[in-house]
């Protein structure tokens, strides 16, 4: 009984570090956070062929995560590109296989927002592959915009960081004038800014609090255009 009951606890002690490293898996669109680190909310993915509609997750709370040891898998066929570029490198559900590094993963993140599956134990990251979405998720509002940050605005309770891709649609003669000064001489009929500009633009014109109309990715929470607003467009 006694040569039973220590091999007993024997197989419990090689049971319980295996049970504490158990790992997790989350879709979601991943945001650089410091070195070797990304932020990530988990969404519900669904396989659609070799792409994954995409819809909110409730309760999900953002996550933090190391991946200075991940194993990086890209959509691209090769490690330093930018885009798929008409040619991807998938498995059948549709996850990348390009065996790429955590610089690459780094480098990939400077980009902006990316769609990942990873899989993560405690606060690091295992395993990170790029998947693509069914489609281009985009929403539009019309509200008052505050400054949370250098590139995060506030519209109502959500909060919509922007990155190099972020187009400015100006009302102004030049993109460099303030908002709403002078005649709207690029304003569509209902008022809305048809002068594109930059994020850069946008950076130092916008300050305080605006009214104005936006697209952004209820997903990633990027924020993708924004339209000053004249008059009661």
């Given at each position: 009984m006694r040569s039973l009951l220590i091999a007993s606890l024997a197989v419990a002690a090689l049971a319980t570090p295996a049970q504490a490293a158990t790992s997790q898996t989350v879709y979601g669109y991943?945001?650089?956070?410091?070195?070797?680190?990304?932020?990530?909310?988990?969404?519900?993915a669904t396989r659609d062929g070799k792409r994954y509609r995409l819809a909110t997750k409730t309760?999900?709370?953002?996550l933090r995560l190391g991946y200075g040891?991940?194993?990086?898998?890209?959509?691209?066929v090769a490690c330093g590109l930018k885009e798929?570029?008409?040619?991807?490198?998938?498995?059948?559900?549709?996850?990348?296989?390009?065996?790429?590094?955590?610089?690459?993963?780094a480098f990939t993140l400077q980009l902006g927002p990316n769609p990942v599956k990873i899989t993560y134990s405690g606060g690091k990251a295992i395993k990170v592959s790029e998947f693509?979405?069914?489609?281009?998720?985009?929403?539009?509002?019309?509200?008052l915009i505050k400054r949370v940050?250098?590139?995060?605005?506030?519209?109502?309770?959500?909060?919509l960081t922007y990155t190099w891709r972020l187009t400015f649609?100006?009302?102004?003669?030049?993109c460099a004038d303030g908002w709403l000064t002078g005649?709207?001489?690029?304003?569509?009929?209902?008022?809305?800014?048809?002068?594109g500009c930059t994020n850069k633009d946008f950076g130092k014109v916008f300050k305080g609090a605006k009214l104005a109309t936006v697209h952004y990715n209820p997903f990633s929470n990027e924020l993708l255009s924004v339209w000053e607003v004249f008059g009661d467009a």
């Amino acid at each position: 009984m006694r040569s039973l009951l220590i091999a007993s606890l024997a197989v419990a002690a090689l049971a319980t570090p295996a049970q504490a490293a158990t790992s997790q898996t989350v879709y979601g669109y991943a945001w650089a956070d410091g070195t070797n680190t990304l932020r990530i909310t988990p969404i519900t993915a669904t396989r659609d062929g070799k792409r994954y509609r995409l819809a909110t997750k409730t309760g999900a709370k953002e996550l933090r995560l190391g991946y200075g040891g991940a194993a990086f898998r890209r959509l691209t066929v090769a490690c330093g590109l930018k885009e798929t570029e008409g040619r991807t490198a998938q498995d059948a559900a549709g996850l990348g296989t390009t065996r790429c590094t955590p610089k690459d993963l780094a480098f990939t993140l400077q980009l902006g927002p990316n769609p990942v599956k990873i899989t993560y134990s405690g606060g690091k990251a295992i395993k990170v592959s790029e998947f693509q979405p069914a489609q281009w998720y985009t929403k539009s509002a019309k509200g008052l915009i505050k400054r949370v940050d250098a590139d995060t605005v506030s519209l109502g309770a959500r909060h919509l960081t922007y990155t190099w891709r972020l187009t400015f649609n100006r009302v102004t003669a030049k993109c460099a004038d303030g908002w709403l000064t002078g005649e709207p001489v690029n304003a569509d009929q209902g008022g809305l800014g048809t002068k594109g500009c930059t994020n850069k633009d946008f950076g130092k014109v916008f300050k305080g609090a605006k009214l104005a109309t936006v697209h952004y990715n209820p997903f990633s929470n990027e924020l993708l255009s924004v339209w000053e607003v004249f008059g009661d467009a």
